[in-house]
């Protein structure tokens, strides 16, 4: 063994793909970037990608790696990918594509009646006040979507995966996918981490059959070498090991902390989110699952704002003409020009908020929910707008905490951050004031890359276990304690702030 080998994590995520070197102590070796194109939109809210076309960017951006970099593909020990989570794809009996990758921002819902499940998990659902639930998480399903426009592709597809598990097959040969990537609307058991009974409701409540289901391993397991077409596109060696991971939010969470005593993690990422790491099946809410962690036979208990800092995006594209051409003449991006000028806008906003719930959910933040801004008066301006956006994100992952904290087996004392949000020192101490709890950032701002590399340092057998590899490869690189008198500032608001969605709930059911 070398004394400080490389491994390659392979991130494949909303915006881009990125290829990242890291060595054994966690440090960023080299970093190659390429933007995702758009995914193919419509007014119907359909988000799809052409399978080729990811694998081809994937190619490219280890391409672009070697050919930019002192790195060489024989200094890599092993291969590792995380990608975005909740994308459905189709395969044939030799595991390739066969439909679109539905990706997870789909918006589009099975709109027709379903097949009624059986009389007594019906009966079981009335009287446990989950039926609205269920009917929303049938539409939701991608797979019950896919059902009503194209049956026979489903009917006759030979296996239903994950995104992930389409780039594994392309990258192995082997169509097999990482138990921690399986987060969506699949038939998986969150509490055994396997796919679900055949007793179980779920096989009826989704139009898919076990045996369609994509085998699993679990984190730092071998998926099987570079195969020998992927070696010719990439340059990549045959025969170099490629580990599993898990979706992006799981690599990101654990290498953050997650699981460590004391310690929740917060993702300030396109997707908000807020997860605690525990060693037995937790639930946030009943039967909002836990999901599987890095770890074996470990969970992450995690909150979930899907339009997190997308919404911030969104508000750019929308309303921040002005500040995109003044970011470009600072050549710096939008996000950043605007996390420093809303550092001018009073605490509040004066009086401006924003619930970010913009999305629906199965249990949180439910099927009915809407995004709302209240208390507008003349003198807000677009400044203001971004600054409630940011502070209804923080807010509502307080009260998540909130929750968190009731499940906890140990006192929280500390939040780690991380995604692009975290970049910024104004927001990083938006969240030290909003969670009245010392807020820490890595050394890196690839999170999610580093996790899967600790699963490959693992895998290669140079750690023991990815909790031993996080011990060596994570490092803190900034602290932010928390300003008693903006502290006391937000607990006020917080108590306005957490009656807001209770009161506009009626409204929302009314319209869905």
């Known amino acids: 063994m070398t004394d400080n080998p490389y491994f390659l994590a392979l991130d494949y995520g909303t915006q881009s793909v990125r290829a990242l070197v890291f060595d054994l102590h966690g440090s960023l070796i080299a970093k190659a970037q390429i933007i995702v194109d758009p995914y193919i939109d419509d007014e119907a809210g359909a988000a799809i990608q052409e399978p080729d076309y990811c694998y081809r960017q994937l190619v490219d951006v280890v391409v672009d790696l070697f050919a930019n970099s002192q790195v060489t593909p024989n200094q890599i020990k092993a291969v590792a990918l995380t990608t ?70 489903l009917t006759h597809a030979a296996k239903v995966g994950m995104f992930s598990g389409y780039l594994l097959q392309r990258m192995t040969g082997h169509l097999i996918d990482s138990r921690a990537s399986q987060v969506g609307y699949l038939p998986f058991d969150y509490k055994r981490q396997a796919w679900a009974s055949t007793r179980s409701w779920r096989w ?59 310690v929740v993690t917060v993702s300030l990422g396109s997707a908000a989110v807020i997860a605690l790491g525990t060693n037995q099946y937790r639930e946030a809410y009943r039967y909002l699952p836990a999901f599987p962690s890095l770890k074996p036979q470990a969970f992450m208990t995690e909150l979930q704002l899907e339009r997190g800092f997308w919404l911030l995006s969104w508000l750019i594209k929308e309303f921040g003409q002005a500040e995109v051409i003044e970011s470009q003449r600072l050549g710096i991006s939008a996000e950043q020009l605007i996390s420093r000028l809303i550092d001018d806008v009073p605490i509040g906003a004066k009086g401006l908020m924003l619930s970010p719930t913009w999305a629906q959910g199965v249990i949180y933040p439910g099927p009915e929910a809407r995004g709302s801004i209240v208390g507008f008066t003349p003198e807000h301006n677009r400044l203001c707008l971004y600054r409630a956006a940011i502070e209804g994100i923080l807010l509502t992952l307080k009260s998540a905490l909130i929750r968190l904290s009731k499940i906890s087996q140990a006192p929280i004392n500390l939040i780690r951050v991380s995604g692009g949000g975290a970049q910024s020192d104004i927001i990083m101490q938006m969240c030290a004031d909003v969670f009245d709890l010392p807020v820490e950032r890595l050394h890196i701002y690839e999170a999610s890359g580093l996790g899967a590399a600790m699963c490959c340092a693992v895998g290669a057998g140079y750690y023991d276990d990815v909790e031993a590899a996080r ?31 209770p009161q506009i709930k009626p409204f929302y059911k009314a319209q869905s």
């Open 84 to 153: 975005q989570r909740a994308c459905t794809v189709l395969f044939d009996d030799a595991g390739n594509a066969i439909s679109p990758i539905y990706m997870w921002s789909d918006r589009r819902l099975a709109s027709r009646p379903l097949p009624k499940m059986s009389w007594y998990f019906r009966l079981g659902f009335a009287i446990s006040g989950l039926s609205r639930r269920i009917k929303y998480l049938r539409s939701a399903a991608k797979v019950n979507f896919i059902h009503q426009v194209e049956p026979q592709k």
């Open 204 to 262: 009826q409540a989704l139009a898919v059959r076990p045996n369609q289901m994509v085998s699993l391993i679990s984190p730092a397991e071998c998926a099987g070498d570079v195969a020998e077409h992927f070696a010719q596109d990439s340059g990549l060696p045959t025969h170099l090991p490629i580990f599993a991971a898990g979706g992006d939010k799981a690599c990101e969470m654990f290498a953050t902390g997650c699981g460590e005593a004391g």
């Open 471 to 501: 011990r060596e490869m994570t490092h803190i690189g900034q602290r932010f304690e928390p300003i008693a008198t903006h502290v006391v500032q937000y607990q006020h608001i917080f108590k306005i702030y957490k009656t807001l969605y």
